[in-house]
């Protein structure tokens, strides 16, 4: 009976032991998922935008979080329907290894919010990947941010970017450092992969 006795505690001990270590791979594995926030407009964002990117980050691996001006369904110019996961003055940007403007006219309600511009500069001071699309751009050109950076935006806003000091190149995408611009929803898959491959070099597929 005590053979018994003792056989049956090293087996506690083991499966105690096992859980313990599953917890903390699992823990350990979650510290370091690689984190996406996209920022969309309350009303008319740009939805190949918001689908293209989202799909490619998470066939990829990535955490994506959306995060709007406040905790209400959101829709896109061509209907598309989503609720965000945070209300945009409670964002941190160190928790995200990606933070990302996305496009549509709404966009617009981002370009001289104060909120929009706080996170911008915590972005590139905790050394974030920093993206925007379409007309998203703006909204770091009005934060100062792109200051002698080479970027890209709505071929129409071409003069607004220069008037930040931007390097305007007219390319469907740009890179300069971890700023990362596209110029419209066409542009949506490179300018996601890019971001990937930034935040996780050699994991696109």
Partial sequence: MRFISIRNRIALMLMVVSLLLSISLGAFAQ????KILMIIPLK??????LTKLKEIFEQNGLVVTIASSVMKEAEGIFGTKINPDIVLNRVRASLYDAIIFLGGEGAVQYWDDPLAHRLVKEALKEGKVLGAISI?????????????????????LDNRLKCSVAIYTGNPVEVDGKIVTADSPNAAEEFGR????IVSPNMDQ
């Fill in 136 to 156: 998203a751009p703006i909204i770091l050109a009005n934060t100062n941010v792109l200051k002698g950076k080479r970027a890209t935006v709505w071929p129409t």
């Fill in 194 to 197: 890019t971001i990937l491959n």
């Fill in 44 to 49: 008319d964002f740009w939805d190949m935008e």
């Fill in 31 to 34: 510290l370091h998922e690689k």
